[in-house]
């Protein structure tokens, strides 16, 4: 009986912090991710240097102000690839220097080169850039937990957003590159799942060209026009150009006054620097105050990353990564982004579940799910491909 | 029989009616930028008072005179005159005051700043800042524990409540609870400390003693999902024996028994139910709905929503005191 109560008082008191003076856990995060930036169509668009890595600095700074009253300590190491580097090469890098997690901003196949070289270590990489469906799918990792949304949850989003709105007949413009025709896909798949009609179907083939010259706009107000005549009855103009050749220059131009949305106009995105809603002012403000520059979805996506090692870490109190991964993967994790809701991992493939705004550049328009879109499990889960969809088999 | 019915009918309607003592509610209306001011014997807003940029956090002083409210925006705490209903004064609060409490004096006010992990102590007779106290990252729930002895902090992103020693202004323990720690209550004779997560979605009931979380008080509410379910404000009767929670989304008064800590009853009131006030008397509990921008009155004995009053946009905050 006594030592029932001796188990007891100890199990309390371990729920306690008190302030200690050892050593701190150290957790080391490291970053992965391509040098240089593709240019954009929209001058003010293009990224800053430091696109994604700045939020995930937000983060450890985050981390490490709740992590002096755990004793423990975050700190954040930047590897950048530059034209040619292996990123298997790279990643085994960070592995060696007591690295315990990966928050990587790679194209798909270099962040499952980059996976499969250190999953023989024990590492975990959070995938901040990357929104294949592949990677979730028929070709997901056990160590890769993927925070970027997927295409077609982006694709979802719209869509039942579009459909709430009764715009319903859809033009859709496809660019030539292989990107383009991925989110193509997915928007026809959300089209039919939500109940809208492509009326017709254009490609913009990419000639190349500058993006930016001193008389563009005399011409494109003459080819975009042209380019979107004689189409069929449609409500809204869907743009696939997630290569940036074409969709920023079609508002204002079309032949037919009609709203854009996909890759201009309305776009869905993770994070948007107008976003105001659920206490986001004050995370707004302390990116602006660090980095002296807006947040984007990407900087939202790595310091979602680095908050839920964070948050794992002082959840369990503990730097081990098995103990940090398990309860990761575990059912009593979530994370709170600022998004309204808990968000939490899809066991089957370690996607983070999110809504997703719908913003102009501007404003917020919407945030999806939209109300009425139904679930068994999270209405979040109307949003990309669901677990009975699902070709992903965790090893 | 008719006439008896009829009779019952007036009597009872005399009785649902006969004014109680006079009190008056104050509702922060964070997206109008006015304060409405409610009758509580004519169930009716008398007046809407002009504030700053953001007004959320509002109290009434312990003497009465005045009514406080944190305007986030403009980085200010106002001071509304309780006899002349409008503004008077200002406090030096620190930026993006949100939350704040007194101590039972009167005499000193500790508010949260969310903008810079700080919780300011400024000395409410001079209208001067003592001090800061560093916290995790954004701080917002307040509390003061019924002696005096230690000030509770929530911060939304850390996820802990932080005890403070009003003597030494040093942070002696901390709790980690769920996640969005929004606001923090003690019972009456201090043996208990309720502290809502309204993104982890429970309530942490912790030992102020030991600083350990004894038990969570979780929310069921059938044909609702769980993310829905966001307790943010928290009442608990001066005796102690029941416990009112405003849970957001879920458009619901949770009440709990605040002894076994069991949900007995959910109220249906407004959407996005955000903070609870009850009248000195503890007869009546008002709630502020965020998204239907109205107050709902609680009968506290009969455990029933009797009224609905149009406030202003997204009323956020609410305190009562005597007429």
Redesign the interface.
Known sequence: MIRLFVGVVVG??A?????VAADPIEIGIGYLRRAGVKPTLSLVEQPAADDGVAGARLAIE?NN??GK??NQHFTLEELRLKEGDDAATAAMTLADRNIAFIIADLPGDALLKAADAVRDRGMVLFNAGAIDDRLREEDCRANVIHVAPTRSMLADALAQYLVWKQWKRWLMVVGSHQEDKLYAEALRRAASRFGAKIVQERVFEDTGGARRTDSGVTLLQRQMPVFTQQAPAYDILVAADESEVFAAYLPYRTWDPRPLAGSAGLVPKSWDAAQDQW?AV?MQ??FLKLNSRHMTALDMQAWTAA?MIG?AA??VNSADRRTLLDFLKGADF???AFK???LTLRPWNLQLRQPILLVDGRMVVSVSPQEGFLHQV???DTLGVDQPETRCKLH | MWHRCLLTGTVLWLVGNLPAAAFIAYVSNEKSNTVSVIDTDKWAVIKTIKVGQRPRGIEFTRDGKFVMVAVGDDDTIQMIDTGTQEVTDTLPSGPDPELFIQDKAGKILYVANENDNTVTVIDLEKRARMGDVQVGVEPEGMALSPDGRFLINTSETTNMAHFIDTETRQIVANVLVDSRPRFAEFKGDGSELWVSSEIGGTISVIDPAKHVVTTKITFDIPGLRKEAIQPVGISIAADGKTAFIALGPANRVAVVDAASHQVIKYLLVGQRVWHLAFTPDEKWLLVTNGISNDVSVIDVAALKVIKTIQVGELPWGITIGKQ
Not at chain 1, 15 to 19: D, E, F
Request: aromatic share 4%; hydrophobic share 30%.
């Open positions: 309390l008191s729920l306690s912090i008190s302030a985050d102000t709740t009253f755990l206490g004050q403000n302390r908050r948050e002082s959840r979530s994370v709170a309204g809701q808990r999270s209405e979040l």
